[in-house]
């Protein structure tokens, strides 16, 4: 074989093992963000929890019935209508995604088993808009919050 014949099999060669230290690359590059991804949705999620735990925790350290008590219910409810909207654009991912709408379904099943909150929430309505996120959610899981709902009415009356 001539030299010339050697020199263009060691080019094919090299440009194989270029393209193939490429593909490693990119694999290794999508690995990456791959964890950095899931790192973020970690993050999100214990975000998500640490926003709403003390929202919560205002709620109920404030006296039941009075003006601070139903500023800090609605601040929730504030606060639960943006997680529903991130939600509903498919602005969430993953294990928040998860998180958010087993929450959500929870805790808007709960409000409607209670007199109370219900009132409070008709009277944080200002418009046919307000909560219009919440209402959107409840629709999509309609099952799922019924099921919960009946639940919760049962368990309230034992």
């Known amino acids: 074989m001539s030299p010339e014949g050697y020199a263009a099999i060691a080019s094919a060669i090299a440009t194989v093992a270029a393209a193939v230290a490429a593909a490693g690359s990119l694999l290794a590059a999508w690995k990456t963000l791959r964890m950095q991804d899931k790192s973020?949705?970690?993050?999100?999620?214990?975000?998500?929890?640490?926003?709403?735990?003390?929202?919560?925790?205002?709620?109920?350290?404030?006296?039941?019935?009075?003006?601070?008590?139903?500023?800090?219910?609605?601040?929730?409810l504030n606060l639960l209508e943006s997680i529903?909207?991130?939600?509903?654009?498919?602005?969430?991912?993953?294990?928040?995604?998860?998180?958010?709408?087993?929450?959500?379904?929870?805790?808007?099943?709960?409000?409607?088993?209670?007199?109370?909150?219900?009132?409070?929430?008709e009277e944080a309505a200002t418009s046919k808009d307000t909560f219009r996120e919440l209402n959107e959610f409840e629709q999509q899981y309609a099952g799922?919050?019924?099921?919960?709902?009946?639940?919760?009415?049962?368990?309230?009356?034992?």
């Open 84 to 121: 529903a909207f991130l939600h509903n654009r498919g602005q969430m991912r993953g294990s928040t995604k998860l998180l958010v709408a087993k929450f959500l379904q929870e805790a808007l099943a709960w409000f409607r088993t209670n007199p109370d909150l219900l009132r409070l929430i």
């Open 40 to 76: 973020t949705d970690f993050s999100n999620c214990l975000e998500i929890i640490r926003q709403i735990s003390e929202a919560q925790r205002r709620v109920i350290s404030a006296e039941s019935g009075s003006e601070k008590c139903r500023f800090e219910f609605i601040e929730l």
């Open 144 to 158: 799922e919050m019924l099921d919960l709902t009946r639940r919760y009415i049962i368990e309230q009356s034992r």
